[in-house]
Protein backbone atom coordinates (compact mmCIF):
# COMPACT_ATOMS: atom_id res chain seq x y z
CA UNK A 1 0.00 0.00 0.00
CA UNK A 2 0.94 3.07 -0.94
CA UNK A 3 2.11 5.44 2.28
CA UNK A 4 1.05 8.92 2.69
CA UNK A 5 3.60 11.62 2.45
CA UNK A 6 4.04 13.50 5.66
CA UNK A 7 4.72 17.13 4.78
CA UNK A 8 6.77 19.06 7.43
CA UNK A 9 6.08 22.86 8.61
CA UNK A 10 9.06 23.97 6.89
CA UNK A 11 8.12 22.28 3.68
CA UNK A 12 4.62 23.28 3.24
CA UNK A 13 2.61 21.83 -0.45
CA UNK A 14 1.30 24.87 -1.52
CA UNK A 15 3.19 26.45 -4.14
CA UNK A 16 4.70 29.46 -3.52
CA UNK A 17 6.15 28.42 -0.58
CA UNK A 18 7.70 25.49 -1.71
CA UNK A 19 11.92 25.43 -1.26
CA UNK A 20 14.17 25.15 -4.43
CA UNK A 21 16.65 22.88 -3.32
CA UNK A 22 20.10 25.28 -4.17
CA UNK A 23 23.55 24.03 -4.23
CA UNK A 24 24.61 25.83 -1.70
CA UNK A 25 22.80 23.90 0.64
CA UNK A 26 24.26 21.09 2.21
CA UNK A 27 22.13 17.64 3.48
CA UNK A 28 23.72 15.24 6.34
CA UNK A 29 22.51 12.12 7.98
CA UNK A 30 24.23 11.68 10.89
CA UNK A 31 25.06 8.86 13.37
CA UNK A 32 26.55 8.40 17.27
CA UNK A 33 27.33 5.32 19.02
CA UNK A 34 29.78 6.19 20.71
CA UNK A 35 28.51 5.27 24.52
CA UNK A 36 24.97 4.41 25.21
CA UNK A 37 23.14 6.83 23.44
CA UNK A 38 22.01 5.89 19.81
CA UNK A 39 21.06 8.97 18.23
CA UNK A 40 20.13 9.58 14.66
CA UNK A 41 19.83 13.13 12.95
CA UNK A 42 19.33 14.93 9.42
CA UNK A 43 20.61 18.24 8.98
CA UNK A 44 20.46 21.07 6.41
CA UNK A 45 23.16 23.94 6.64
CA UNK A 46 22.80 26.95 4.30
CA UNK A 47 25.33 29.52 4.58
CA UNK A 48 25.79 29.64 8.10
CA UNK A 49 22.05 28.63 9.40
CA UNK A 50 21.27 25.12 9.98
CA UNK A 51 17.70 23.22 10.26
CA UNK A 52 17.41 20.00 12.24
CA UNK A 53 14.94 17.75 10.55
CA UNK A 54 15.01 14.81 12.65
CA UNK A 55 17.27 14.55 16.23
CA UNK A 56 16.43 11.25 18.40
CA UNK A 57 17.96 8.90 20.82
CA UNK A 58 17.53 5.87 22.32
CA UNK A 59 19.40 4.85 25.57
CA UNK A 60 20.10 1.65 26.68
CA UNK A 61 18.93 0.83 29.99
CA UNK A 62 21.54 0.15 32.56
CA UNK A 63 20.05 0.86 35.46
CA UNK A 64 20.88 -2.80 36.74
CA UNK A 65 24.78 -2.07 36.42
CA UNK A 66 24.73 1.35 37.75
CA UNK A 67 26.01 2.73 35.09
CA UNK A 68 27.31 2.02 31.40
CA UNK A 69 27.93 -1.40 30.08
CA UNK A 70 29.78 -1.79 27.35
CA UNK A 71 27.72 -5.09 25.45
CA UNK A 72 24.49 -3.50 27.18
CA UNK A 73 25.24 -0.44 24.84
CA UNK A 74 26.05 -2.10 21.74
CA UNK A 75 23.27 -4.81 22.23
CA UNK A 76 20.82 -1.96 22.08
CA UNK A 77 22.70 0.12 19.18
CA UNK A 78 22.32 -3.31 17.37
CA UNK A 79 18.43 -3.37 17.94
CA UNK A 80 17.66 0.36 17.33
CA UNK A 81 20.23 1.94 14.87
CA UNK A 82 18.64 0.89 11.82
CA UNK A 83 15.08 1.17 13.01
CA UNK A 84 16.30 5.03 14.03
CA UNK A 85 17.82 5.61 10.43
CA UNK A 86 14.44 4.44 8.70
CA UNK A 87 12.49 6.30 11.04
CA UNK A 88 14.80 9.38 10.31
CA UNK A 89 15.06 9.16 6.34
CA UNK A 90 11.26 9.53 6.85
CA UNK A 91 12.17 13.52 8.03
CA UNK A 92 14.55 13.99 4.08
CA UNK A 93 13.40 17.09 2.77
CA UNK A 94 10.84 16.73 0.33
CA UNK A 95 11.73 17.12 -3.36
CA UNK A 96 9.69 19.10 -5.52
CA UNK A 97 11.87 19.44 -9.03
CA UNK A 98 13.24 16.64 -11.06
CA UNK A 99 16.90 17.90 -11.18
CA UNK A 100 18.32 16.40 -7.51
CA UNK A 101 19.49 13.77 -6.25
CA UNK A 102 16.80 12.04 -4.95
CA UNK A 103 15.69 9.00 -2.60
CA UNK A 104 12.49 7.49 -2.90
CA UNK A 105 10.75 6.56 0.79
CA UNK A 106 7.50 4.94 1.62
CA UNK A 107 6.65 6.69 -1.92
CA UNK A 108 7.76 10.09 -1.40
CA UNK A 109 10.75 11.59 -3.33
CA UNK A 110 13.16 13.15 -0.58
CA UNK A 111 16.18 14.37 -1.10
CA UNK A 112 19.33 12.58 -0.75
CA UNK A 113 21.85 13.41 1.92
CA UNK A 114 24.62 15.30 0.04
CA UNK A 115 27.08 13.05 2.79
CA UNK A 116 26.82 11.01 5.70
CA UNK A 117 28.24 11.49 9.07
CA UNK A 118 29.17 9.09 12.35
CA UNK A 119 31.35 9.39 14.88
CA UNK A 120 34.65 7.35 14.52
CA UNK A 121 36.35 8.44 17.78
CA UNK A 122 36.42 8.22 20.71
CA UNK A 123 34.31 6.00 23.06
CA UNK A 124 33.52 2.29 23.63
CA UNK A 125 34.95 0.31 20.59
CA UNK A 126 32.65 -1.75 19.60
CA UNK A 127 29.83 0.45 19.66
CA UNK A 128 31.62 3.10 17.99
CA UNK A 129 31.85 -0.16 15.21
CA UNK A 130 28.03 -0.60 14.77
CA UNK A 131 27.75 3.33 13.75
CA UNK A 132 31.04 3.56 11.64
CA UNK A 133 29.69 -0.04 9.50
CA UNK A 134 26.08 1.48 8.93
CA UNK A 135 27.43 4.92 7.97
CA UNK A 136 29.58 3.26 5.24
CA UNK A 137 26.63 1.03 4.18
CA UNK A 138 24.83 4.16 3.69
CA UNK A 139 27.28 6.29 1.95
CA UNK A 140 27.95 3.25 -0.40
CA UNK A 141 24.59 2.82 -1.43
CA UNK A 142 24.03 6.65 -1.95
CA UNK A 143 27.09 7.10 -3.54
CA UNK A 144 27.92 9.90 -1.42
CA UNK A 145 31.36 10.73 0.92
CA UNK A 146 31.57 9.91 4.19
CA UNK A 147 32.83 11.62 7.40
CA UNK A 148 34.50 10.44 10.42
CA UNK A 149 34.39 12.51 13.12
CA UNK A 150 35.66 13.25 16.26
CA UNK A 151 33.06 13.38 19.54
CA UNK A 152 34.81 15.74 21.40
CA UNK A 153 35.53 18.20 18.71
CA UNK A 154 31.70 17.75 17.93
CA UNK A 155 31.18 18.46 22.14
CA UNK A 156 33.68 21.63 21.29
CA UNK A 157 31.79 23.01 18.21
CA UNK A 158 28.00 22.56 19.58
CA UNK A 159 27.48 26.37 20.68
CA UNK A 160 28.21 27.41 16.75
CA UNK A 161 25.50 24.54 16.02
CA UNK A 162 22.79 25.97 18.29
CA UNK A 163 23.97 29.95 16.82
CA UNK A 164 23.02 28.68 13.56
CA UNK A 165 19.94 27.25 14.58
CA UNK A 166 18.63 30.20 16.16
CA UNK A 167 19.55 32.35 13.08
CA UNK A 168 16.77 30.09 11.27
CA UNK A 169 14.51 30.18 13.74
CA UNK A 170 14.25 33.52 14.57
CA UNK A 171 13.89 34.45 10.76
CA UNK A 172 11.38 31.77 10.32
CA UNK A 173 9.50 33.33 13.27
CA UNK A 174 9.19 36.65 11.40
CA UNK A 175 10.76 37.82 15.05
CA UNK A 176 13.68 39.81 13.41
CA UNK A 177 14.72 40.64 10.33
CA UNK A 178 18.15 39.65 9.64
CA UNK A 179 20.31 41.04 7.25
CA UNK A 180 22.44 38.90 5.26
CA UNK A 181 26.04 40.28 6.32
CA UNK A 182 24.55 40.43 9.76
CA UNK A 183 23.37 36.85 9.50
CA UNK A 184 26.74 35.92 8.99
CA UNK A 185 28.05 37.52 11.87
CA UNK A 186 25.95 36.22 14.21
CA UNK A 187 26.14 32.51 12.88
CA UNK A 188 30.04 32.01 13.16
CA UNK A 189 29.30 32.57 17.11
CA UNK A 190 31.18 32.30 19.03
CA UNK A 191 34.16 32.87 17.27
CA UNK A 192 37.39 31.28 17.78
CA UNK A 193 39.26 31.01 20.62
CA UNK A 194 36.93 30.57 23.02
CA UNK A 195 36.81 28.38 25.96
CA UNK A 196 35.07 25.27 26.75
CA UNK A 197 33.95 23.30 30.20
CA UNK A 198 32.97 19.87 28.96
CA UNK A 199 31.09 18.24 32.10
CA UNK A 200 29.54 15.19 31.50
CA UNK A 201 29.59 11.19 32.94
CA UNK A 202 32.37 10.32 30.89
CA UNK A 203 34.50 13.79 30.75
CA UNK A 204 35.71 16.59 32.62
CA UNK A 205 37.59 18.66 30.28
CA UNK A 206 38.55 22.63 29.72
CA UNK A 207 39.32 23.02 26.49
CA UNK A 208 40.59 26.52 24.30
CA UNK A 209 38.93 26.09 20.86
CA UNK A 210 41.26 28.10 18.51
CA UNK A 211 40.09 26.96 14.86
CA UNK A 212 37.99 23.78 13.58
CA UNK A 213 40.73 21.62 14.08
CA UNK A 214 42.93 22.42 17.05
CA UNK A 215 41.95 22.34 20.49
CA UNK A 216 43.66 22.73 23.45
CA UNK A 217 42.66 20.47 26.63
CA UNK A 218 43.97 22.53 29.40
CA UNK A 219 42.63 20.71 32.28
CA UNK A 220 41.34 17.35 32.26
CA UNK A 221 40.35 14.56 34.93
CA UNK A 222 43.38 12.13 36.61
CA UNK A 223 40.56 10.08 37.74
CA UNK A 224 37.04 9.85 37.16
CA UNK A 225 34.88 12.61 35.48
CA UNK A 226 32.80 14.80 37.31
CA UNK A 227 29.22 13.48 36.30
CA UNK A 228 30.47 10.41 37.40
CA UNK A 229 31.52 11.00 40.80
CA UNK A 230 28.05 12.84 41.00
CA UNK A 231 26.03 9.70 39.94
CA UNK A 232 28.26 7.58 42.47
CA UNK A 233 27.81 10.33 45.26
CA UNK A 234 23.59 10.59 44.28
CA UNK A 235 23.58 6.36 44.91
CA UNK A 236 24.52 6.94 48.37
CA UNK A 237 23.46 10.19 49.37
CA UNK A 238 19.58 9.25 47.71
CA UNK A 239 17.28 8.03 49.98
CA UNK A 240 16.31 4.76 48.89
CA UNK A 241 12.86 5.46 47.96
CA UNK A 242 13.76 8.23 46.12
CA UNK A 243 16.57 6.62 44.38
CA UNK A 244 13.80 3.59 43.22
CA UNK A 245 11.93 6.40 41.37
CA UNK A 246 15.24 6.13 38.75
CA UNK A 247 14.13 5.96 35.21
CA UNK A 248 17.74 6.17 33.46
CA UNK A 249 21.33 6.34 35.54
CA UNK A 250 21.51 9.97 35.13
CA UNK A 251 21.40 9.98 39.05
CA UNK A 252 23.36 13.57 39.19
CA UNK A 253 19.77 14.95 37.92
CA UNK A 254 17.99 13.04 40.67
CA UNK A 255 20.67 14.30 42.94
CA UNK A 256 19.88 18.03 42.33
CA UNK A 257 15.92 17.89 42.24
CA UNK A 258 16.46 16.25 45.46
CA UNK A 259 19.18 18.55 47.18
CA UNK A 260 17.04 22.01 46.03
CA UNK A 261 13.17 20.81 45.94
CA UNK A 262 11.65 24.29 45.89
CA UNK A 263 13.78 25.18 42.15
CA UNK A 264 15.19 28.08 43.95
CA UNK A 265 15.59 31.15 41.78
CA UNK A 266 18.26 32.73 44.18
CA UNK A 267 20.65 30.38 46.13
CA UNK A 268 22.35 30.64 49.52
CA UNK A 269 26.13 30.73 48.23
CA UNK A 270 29.14 33.06 48.68
CA UNK A 271 32.15 32.53 46.78
CA UNK A 272 35.37 31.07 49.16
CA UNK A 273 38.72 33.21 49.51
CA UNK A 274 40.89 29.71 48.72
CA UNK A 275 39.59 27.23 46.67
CA UNK A 276 41.04 24.74 49.00
CA UNK A 277 38.45 25.60 51.65
CA UNK A 278 36.71 22.17 53.70
CA UNK A 279 33.23 22.11 53.24
CA UNK A 280 31.73 22.17 56.97
CA UNK A 281 28.25 21.91 57.13
CA UNK A 282 26.61 24.70 58.72
CA UNK A 283 24.79 23.09 61.08
CA UNK A 284 27.14 22.21 64.01
CA UNK A 285 25.32 19.04 64.75
CA UNK A 286 26.91 17.08 62.19
CA UNK A 287 30.46 16.00 62.42
CA UNK A 288 32.02 15.25 59.00
CA UNK A 289 33.38 17.12 56.56
CA UNK A 290 34.20 17.55 52.59
CA UNK A 291 37.30 18.45 51.46
CA UNK A 292 38.36 20.32 48.33
CA UNK A 293 40.49 18.56 46.03
CA UNK A 294 44.07 19.27 46.35
CA UNK A 295 43.29 20.72 49.87
CA UNK A 296 46.77 18.86 51.32
CA UNK A 297 48.97 21.44 52.53
CA UNK A 298 51.95 20.68 50.44
CA UNK A 299 49.33 21.24 46.94
CA UNK A 300 47.70 24.16 48.52
CA UNK A 301 47.60 26.60 45.37
CA UNK A 302 50.03 24.64 43.37
CA UNK A 303 50.36 25.80 39.62
CA UNK A 304 51.40 22.62 39.08
CA UNK A 305 48.10 21.12 39.72
CA UNK A 306 46.11 23.58 37.31
CA UNK A 307 46.14 21.35 34.69
CA UNK A 308 44.32 18.62 36.44
CA UNK A 309 40.95 17.85 37.88
CA UNK A 310 40.54 15.02 40.07
CA UNK A 311 37.21 13.58 41.70
CA UNK A 312 37.87 10.12 43.02
CA UNK A 313 38.31 12.32 46.74
CA UNK A 314 35.04 14.13 46.46
CA UNK A 315 33.24 10.30 46.38
CA UNK A 316 35.27 8.53 48.58
CA UNK A 317 34.68 11.55 51.64
CA UNK A 318 30.80 11.16 50.54
CA UNK A 319 30.85 7.71 51.14
CA UNK A 320 32.60 7.65 54.79
CA UNK A 321 30.63 9.62 55.98
CA UNK A 322 27.06 7.75 54.63
CA UNK A 323 28.97 4.76 56.04
CA UNK A 324 29.45 6.62 59.05
CA UNK A 325 26.04 7.92 59.79
CA UNK A 326 23.61 5.21 57.92
CA UNK A 327 20.33 6.45 59.60
CA UNK A 328 20.90 9.94 58.32
CA UNK A 329 18.14 11.93 57.50
CA UNK A 330 16.73 13.56 55.12
CA UNK A 331 17.51 17.22 55.54
CA UNK A 332 21.17 16.08 56.35
CA UNK A 333 21.20 14.08 53.13
CA UNK A 334 20.52 17.20 51.29
CA UNK A 335 22.81 19.33 53.32
CA UNK A 336 25.60 16.67 51.69
CA UNK A 337 24.93 16.45 48.57
CA UNK A 338 24.90 20.42 48.17
CA UNK A 339 28.12 20.30 50.02
CA UNK A 340 29.39 17.69 47.41
CA UNK A 341 28.18 19.69 44.54
CA UNK A 342 29.65 22.76 45.92
CA UNK A 343 33.15 21.84 46.40
CA UNK A 344 33.20 19.80 42.82
CA UNK A 345 31.84 22.71 40.93
CA UNK A 346 34.59 25.44 42.39
CA UNK A 347 37.02 22.78 41.67
CA UNK A 348 35.99 23.27 38.11
CA UNK A 349 35.76 27.43 38.29
CA UNK A 350 39.51 27.21 40.20
CA UNK A 351 41.09 25.62 36.59
CA UNK A 352 38.80 27.99 34.96
CA UNK A 353 40.55 31.08 36.73
CA UNK A 354 43.79 29.73 36.08
CA UNK A 355 42.98 29.38 32.83
CA UNK A 356 42.07 32.61 32.08
CA UNK A 357 45.15 34.03 33.93
CA UNK A 358 47.39 32.86 31.13
CA UNK A 359 49.22 35.55 28.92
CA UNK A 360 47.47 33.73 25.74
CA UNK A 361 43.57 33.94 27.21
CA UNK A 362 43.45 37.65 26.38
CA UNK A 363 41.26 36.90 23.43
CA UNK A 364 38.80 35.02 25.36
CA UNK A 365 35.46 36.32 25.54
CA UNK A 366 33.31 33.14 25.88
CA UNK A 367 33.58 30.47 28.04
CA UNK A 368 31.08 27.34 26.99
CA UNK A 369 29.68 24.95 29.33
CA UNK A 370 28.25 21.50 27.90
CA UNK A 371 27.89 18.27 28.78
CA UNK A 372 24.95 16.62 31.34
CA UNK A 373 25.97 18.16 34.33
CA UNK A 374 25.87 21.35 32.47
CA UNK A 375 22.02 21.43 33.20
CA UNK A 376 22.29 21.77 36.81
CA UNK A 377 21.39 25.34 38.03
CA UNK A 378 23.38 24.85 40.98
CA UNK A 379 26.31 25.07 38.70
CA UNK A 380 25.57 28.06 36.54
CA UNK A 381 25.14 30.29 40.25
CA UNK A 382 28.68 28.99 41.60
CA UNK A 383 30.66 29.59 38.28
CA UNK A 384 28.93 32.90 37.37
CA UNK A 385 29.46 33.98 40.98
CA UNK A 386 33.20 33.22 41.17
CA UNK A 387 33.62 34.78 37.82
CA UNK A 388 32.38 38.46 38.88
CA UNK A 389 34.02 37.59 42.03
CA UNK A 390 37.20 37.50 40.36
CA UNK A 391 36.66 40.28 37.71
CA UNK A 392 35.78 38.77 35.19
CA UNK A 393 31.81 40.29 34.86
CA UNK A 394 29.43 38.81 32.61
CA UNK A 395 30.53 41.75 29.98
CA UNK A 396 34.09 40.56 29.81
CA UNK A 397 33.44 37.03 30.10
CA UNK A 398 30.16 35.48 28.78
CA UNK A 399 29.15 32.03 29.99
CA UNK A 400 26.84 29.88 27.90
CA UNK A 401 25.21 26.78 28.28
CA UNK A 402 23.74 25.36 25.56
CA UNK A 403 20.51 23.61 25.21
CA UNK A 404 20.78 19.69 27.16
CA UNK A 405 19.32 18.50 23.74
CA UNK A 406 22.78 19.55 22.23
CA UNK A 407 25.13 19.21 24.71
CA UNK A 408 24.61 15.51 25.79
CA UNK A 409 25.29 12.87 23.62
CA UNK A 410 22.91 13.63 20.00
CA UNK A 411 23.76 12.92 16.72
CA UNK A 412 23.17 17.05 15.63
CA UNK A 413 26.16 17.59 16.71
CA UNK A 414 27.33 14.69 14.90
CA UNK A 415 26.05 16.15 11.78
CA UNK A 416 27.04 20.52 12.26
CA UNK A 417 30.91 18.61 12.69
CA UNK A 418 30.28 16.51 9.73
CA UNK A 419 29.24 20.18 7.84
CA UNK A 420 31.99 21.88 9.19
CA UNK A 421 34.85 19.66 8.14
CA UNK A 422 33.18 18.98 5.05
CA UNK A 423 33.21 22.61 3.78
CA UNK A 424 36.81 22.20 4.45
CA UNK A 425 36.76 20.23 2.19
CA UNK A 426 37.72 17.11 4.33
CA UNK A 427 36.46 13.13 3.63
CA UNK A 428 36.77 10.09 5.19
CA UNK A 429 38.05 7.27 3.54
CA UNK A 430 36.04 3.94 3.41
CA UNK A 431 38.67 1.97 4.76
CA UNK A 432 38.89 3.97 8.14
CA UNK A 433 38.51 2.53 11.31
CA UNK A 434 37.00 3.68 14.51
CA UNK A 435 39.64 5.16 17.24
CA UNK A 436 38.68 4.54 21.09
CA UNK A 437 41.08 7.12 21.82
CA UNK A 438 41.28 10.10 19.87
CA UNK A 439 42.79 13.17 21.27
CA UNK A 440 41.92 16.58 19.71
CA UNK A 441 44.41 18.35 20.81
CA UNK A 442 46.94 18.34 17.78
CA UNK A 443 49.98 18.80 20.13
CA UNK A 444 48.58 15.15 20.71
CA UNK A 445 49.37 11.94 18.10
CA UNK A 446 48.45 15.08 15.47
CA UNK A 447 44.82 15.30 17.06
CA UNK A 448 41.85 14.79 15.07
CA UNK A 449 43.95 15.86 11.69
CA UNK A 450 46.72 13.07 13.05
CA UNK A 451 44.61 9.98 12.32
CA UNK A 452 44.80 7.95 9.34
CA UNK A 453 42.04 8.03 6.85
CA UNK A 454 41.86 11.34 6.02
CA UNK A 455 41.91 12.70 2.60
CA UNK A 456 41.28 16.92 1.59
CA UNK A 457 39.71 17.89 -2.14
CA UNK A 458 41.24 20.60 -3.37
CA UNK A 459 39.27 23.35 -1.90
P1 LIG B 1 26.36 13.00 29.28
O1 LIG B 1 27.53 12.09 29.64
O2 LIG B 1 26.77 14.29 28.64
O3 LIG B 1 25.27 12.27 28.50
O4 LIG B 1 25.66 13.43 30.65
C1 LIG B 1 25.27 12.49 31.62
C2 LIG B 1 25.81 12.90 32.97
O5 LIG B 1 25.28 14.17 33.36
C3 LIG B 1 25.43 11.91 34.06
O6 LIG B 1 26.55 11.69 34.87
C4 LIG B 1 24.31 12.63 34.77
O7 LIG B 1 24.11 12.24 36.09
C5 LIG B 1 24.78 14.06 34.70
N1 LIG B 1 23.69 15.00 34.91
C6 LIG B 1 22.58 15.16 34.16
N2 LIG B 1 21.79 16.12 34.69
C7 LIG B 1 22.43 16.57 35.81
C8 LIG B 1 22.13 17.57 36.79
N3 LIG B 1 21.00 18.28 36.73
N4 LIG B 1 23.02 17.76 37.78
C9 LIG B 1 24.18 17.05 37.84
N5 LIG B 1 24.51 16.10 36.96
C10 LIG B 1 23.65 15.86 35.95
ZN1 LIG C 1 29.92 12.93 24.91
Not at 180 to 197: G, M, N, Q, T, Y
Not at 354 to 364: N, T, Y
Amino acid sequence: MRSICHFTKRFPTSLPFRRKWSSQRLLTLAIETSCDDTSVAILEKKNNSAIIHFNEKVTSDNRSYGGVHPLVAVESHQRNLATLVNKAMQSLPVVYSQDIKMLHVEGCRRHKPDFVTVTRGPGIRAALITGLEMAKGLSVAWQVPLLGVNHMQAHALTPRLVNALAVDTLRDEGLVQISPDKKSIAASRPEFPFLSLLVSGGHTMLVHSRSLCDHEIIASTTDIAIGDMIDKCARVILPPAYLDTAKDVMYGKLLEEFVFPNKLSTYDYAPPSSFTRTRIPSDLAYDWVISAPYSNPGDRGSIAYAGSFTYSGIDSSVRRVVKKRPDMGDEERRILGKAAMEVAFEHLASRVLFALGRPDMKDIKTLVVSGGVASNRYLKEVLRRNLDDKGYSPDRLELAFPPPEYCTDNAAMIAWTGMEMYEAGWRTKLDALVERRWPIDPRADGGILGLDGWERLNT
